[in-house]
């Protein structure tokens, strides 16, 4: 076996100049830098609550409001929640009601159904459950649409749709002393007295708009707006593989060119008369190159592959990435950074003697060549130049979500797309009642799409798009952890007893994000049916556990604010900590020793059996 089995490094370029790459990368960051930070966008509340709240997929009938004590109510129904439930009922829990603003399941593949949408991770790992429900992905990176098909396929293989109440959603959390209780207050009028809640909202649980003054001039002069999250096909026409031939006569402006909006503008080019695509920083856009899957590799397989390909994914990306047992099976653009590294280093004369100094100055210089391999990318396949140097991301490596397309910059060759670059003016600066202001010229519109993501690096209560959460003594949540989060093992929290938590709090985080939430849902369905077979009313952490969890994460922890300061602003670095909230990183606290020593430590803790660090009542 040579050491790259399946995929070898890349070939990038050698002939770069670093110190004033450098430079170039902190003057295009500082450009972009706002005052106010991520207190640029709007909470969708209010007059904008319709973005968010409407639901273009499903209607909402009427009912009956819900009167009515249960065992344990999952909050969210999207892939987080439907493992919580799953663990739930392999556990033994079977009353369990899962509570979705959304007409189904889905969470982010039930709302977003835009043209184009695919996941942009290895398939093979993103999508839970594979082998447990016999699916195997029909390509490398899946469409929206067979990702969602399979999310309620886990609702129906773990019987989630009977207690399911779906088109609500919660708006207080409060804490019942006197029946030991979650009370649960909905849009809906429900009172629903919970024993267990489990937090489920996800990262990409509720869209959010930039500040920008006059959207609602605009829509009452006859404009038309909507987010990405909630497709306007009566508009637009079409569905998710595009046909929008609804706007074959009209001029489209598209704010946003992340993840989204490098799915979008290929369909958006090809059938609006007109395309304006404002952009405030450019994506790092790769080779997607996306292939069905090989039924001879799927013979192949043997039971436990899926877990196997997890591990090595989450291995040979940037989490990690210096990998010498091992082939790299996933080989895409999250691994190439591993691969080049690892190629750098086993070619040195003494590899073992590399200080971690050493690596990271490898890991460096590796990053710059990459993304300088990326801009010449751009330079070949873009026609204009003044176009291709403005699509070009000069910024490191996982300081924005890097994406990839085959189609996304040779979409910028149409004649009726125009690329608008904002990043001088830090973004677009105004809508008036014909369409959208950037750098002093009025671009006239007939349609505004806003691809500008979502609640996720912002304050925790505008996250959980929840009114109130309040804990013993009317404790807020959002008070408890307004200062840094406070839980044992990333999951409980002491004062909000029979409440667990999911997401990127204080555990493990891997590349693989819904790894994460299979590994916080089989903890958390642990505790939950250790608490109900000892039969404890409530179950919490203790103060010193807590305390002793939050030294642990703490001591550990990895000091990357350098990084995150150098890079450009973006969810990924909290807007660039502007507004006086300071650089927060999206990933939480992590547990630094790696997602797979956490794994290891729930484990052995859930072992010997006694709950240590929790405090059960009768």
């Given at each position: 076996?040579?050491?790259?089995?399946?995929c070898?490094?890349?070939?990038?370029?050698?002939?770069?100049?670093i110190d004033a790459?450098?430079?170039?990368?902190l003057?295009e960051?500082?450009?972009r830098?706002?005052?106010?930070g991520s207190?640029?966008y709007?909470?969708?509340?209010?007059?904008?609550?319709e973005f968010a709240?409407?639901d273009?997929h499903t209607p909402?009938?009427?009912r009956?409001?819900i009167?009515?004590d249960?065992?344990?109510a999952v909050?969210?129904?999207?892939?987080?929640?439907?493992?919580?439930g799953a663990?739930?009922?392999?556990?033994?829990?079977?009353?369990?009601?899962?509570?979705?603003?959304g007409g189904?399941?889905?969470?982010v593949?039930?709302?977003?159904?835009?043209p184009?949408?695919?996941c942009?991770?290895?398939?093979y790992?993103?999508?839970?459950m594979?082998?447990?429900l016999?699916?195997?992905?029909?390509k490398?990176?899946a469409?929206?649409?067979?990702?969602?098909?399979?999310?309620?396929n886990?609702g129906?293989?773990?019987g989630l749709?009977d207690?399911?109440?779906?088109?609500?959603?919660?708006?207080?959390?409060?804490?019942d002393?006197?029946?030991?209780?979650?009370?649960?207050?909905t849009n809906r009028?429900?009172?629903?007295?919970a024993r267990f809640?489990?937090?489920?909202?996800?990262?990409?649980n509720r869209p959010?708009?930039?500040g920008?003054?006059g959207i609602k001039?605009?829509?009452n002069?006859g404009?038309?707006?909507?987010h990405?999250?909630?497709?306007?096909?009566?508009?637009?026409?079409?569905?998710?593989?595009?046909?929008?031939?609804?706007?074959?006569?009209k001029r489209?402006?598209?704010?946003g060119t992340g993840?989204?909006?490098v799915q979008?503008?290929p369909?958006?080019g090809?059938?609006a008369?007109?395309?304006?695509?404002f952009q405030?920083t450019?994506?790092?856009?790769?080779?997607?190159?996306n292939?069905?899957?090989?039924p001879q590799?799927v013979s192949?397989?043997?039971?436990g592959?899926?877990e196997e390909?997890k591990?090595?994914f989450h291995?040979w990306s940037p989490?990690?990435?210096v990998v010498?047992d091992?082939p790299?099976?996933?080989?895409?653009f999250?691994t190439?950074l591993?691969?080049?590294?690892?190629?750098?280093?086993?070619?040195?004369p003494d590899?073992a003697s590399l200080?971690i100094?050493?690596?990271?100055?490898?890991?460096?210089?590796?990053?710059?060549?990459i993304m300088?391999r990326l801009r010449?990318r751009?330079?070949d396949e873009?026609?204009?130049?003044?176009?291709?140097?403005?699509?070009?991301p000069?910024?490191?490596f996982l300081?924005?979500?890097?994406?990839?397309?085959?189609?996304?910059?040779?979409?910028f060759?149409r004649?009726n797309?125009?690329?608008v670059?904002?990043?001088?003016?830090q973004g677009?600066?105004r809508?008036?009642?014909?369409?959208i202001?950037?750098n002093?010229?009025?671009y006239?519109?007939d349609?505004?799409?806003?691809?500008?993501?979502?609640?996720?690096?912002?304050?925790?209560s505008?996250?959980?798009?929840m009114d109130v959460?309040e804990?013993?003594?009317?404790v807020?949540l959002f008070d408890h952890w307004r200062?840094?989060y406070k839980t044992?093992?990333?999951?409980?929290?002491?004062g909000?007893?029979?409440?667990f938590?999911?997401g990127?709090?204080?555990?493990g985080?891997?590349?693989?994000t819904?790894?994460?939430?299979e590994?916080?849902?089989e903890?958390i369905?642990y505790?939950i049916?250790?608490a109900?077979?000892r039969?404890?009313t409530v179950?919490?952490p203790t103060?010193?556990a807590?305390?002793g969890?939050?030294g642990?994460?703490?001591?550990y922890?990895?000091?990357?604010?350098?990084?995150?300061v150098?890079?450009?602003?973006?969810y990924?670095?909290?807007?660039?900590?502007?507004?006086?909230?300071?650089?927060r990183s999206f990933?939480g606290?992590p547990y630094?020793?790696g997602?797979?020593?956490?794994?290891?430590l729930?484990k052995q803790?859930?072992?010997?059996?006694?709950l240590?660090?929790?405090?059960?009542?009768?």
């Amino acid at each position: 076996m040579t050491l790259f089995d399946t995929c070898g490094p890349t070939q990038t370029p050698d002939d770069i100049d670093i110190d004033a790459l450098r430079d170039k990368y902190l003057y295009e960051r500082d450009k972009r830098l706002r005052p106010d930070g991520s207190k640029q966008y709007l909470e969708l509340t209010g007059d904008f609550s319709e973005f968010a709240e409407v639901d273009p997929h499903t209607p909402v009938t009427p009912r009956t409001p819900i009167n009515e004590d249960i065992e344990v109510a999952v909050l969210g129904g999207g892939i987080s929640g439907l493992l919580a439930g799953a663990y739930l009922k392999k556990a033994g829990v079977d009353d369990v009601h899962v509570i979705e603003m959304g007409g189904d399941f889905g969470g982010v593949w039930y709302w977003n159904r835009f043209p184009g949408i695919q996941c942009d991770n290895d398939a093979y790992c993103y999508i839970p459950m594979l082998e447990e429900l016999g699916y195997m992905p029909t390509k490398k990176f899946a469409d929206g649409a067979e990702i969602y098909e399979h999310c309620r396929n886990i609702g129906k293989h773990f019987g989630l749709y009977d207690g399911a109440i779906f088109s609500t959603q919660v708006r207080t959390v409060c804490w019942d002393e006197k029946i030991d209780r979650w009370r649960l207050s909905t849009n809906r009028g429900d009172d629903i007295r919970a024993r267990f809640v489990v937090m489920t909202q996800g990262s990409y649980n509720r869209p959010k708009l930039p500040g920008i003054p006059g959207i609602k001039d605009y829509v009452n002069a006859g404009g038309h707006v909507f987010h990405s999250a909630r497709w306007d096909y009566d508009y637009t026409g079409g569905d998710a593989n595009g046909g929008l031939h609804k706007l074959a006569d009209k001029r489209v402006a598209l704010v946003g060119t992340g993840a989204t909006g490098v799915q979008l503008v290929p369909h958006l080019g090809r059938d609006a008369a007109q395309l304006f695509v404002f952009q405030r920083t450019p994506s790092s856009v790769d080779v997607r190159g996306n292939e069905p899957t090989d039924p001879q590799w799927v013979s192949s397989l043997q039971p436990g592959w899926q877990e196997e390909r997890k591990r090595n994914f989450h291995r040979w990306s940037p989490f990690e990435g210096v990998v010498f047992d091992a082939p790299d099976q996933v080989c895409d653009f999250w691994t190439e950074l591993g691969r080049n590294m690892t190629a750098r280093i086993a070619a040195s004369p003494d590899p073992a003697s590399l200080g971690i100094e050493q690596i990271m100055a490898i890991r460096e210089e590796e990053d710059y060549k990459i993304m300088e391999r990326l801009r010449r990318r751009i330079a070949d396949e873009v026609e204009d130049a003044d176009t291709a140097e403005l699509l070009k991301p000069y910024y490191r490596f996982l300081c924005k979500r890097p994406c990839s397309s085959d189609e996304y910059l040779a979409a910028f060759n149409r004649p009726n797309v125009t690329l608008v670059d904002v990043s001088q003016t830090q973004g677009v600066e105004r809508l008036t009642e014909n369409g959208i202001v950037a750098n002093g010229v009025e671009y006239e519109v007939d349609c505004v799409i806003f691809a500008s993501g979502f609640e996720i690096s912002t304050e925790i209560s505008r996250r959980y798009a929840m009114d109130v959460i309040e804990g013993r003594d009317g404790v807020s949540l959002f008070d408890h952890w307004r200062d840094g989060y406070k839980t044992l093992h990333g999951v409980t929290s002491r004062g909000f007893p029979n409440q667990f938590h999911t997401g990127f709090i204080q555990g493990g985080v891997s590349a693989n994000t819904t790894a994460m939430f299979e590994q916080q849902a089989e903890h958390i369905a642990y505790i939950i049916s250790e608490a109900v077979k000892r039969q404890a009313t409530v179950v919490e952490p203790t103060q010193e556990a807590q305390d002793g969890w939050v030294g642990t994460i703490r001591e550990y922890a990895i000091d990357n604010s350098a990084f995150e300061v150098s890079c450009t602003p973006g969810y990924y670095n909290n807007e660039g900590g502007g507004g006086g909230e300071g650089i927060r990183s999206f990933l939480g606290e992590p547990y630094s020793p790696g997602f797979y020593a956490f794994d290891d430590l729930l484990k052995q803790w859930r072992a010997k059996g006694d709950l240590d660090g929790l405090e059960l009542r009768q």
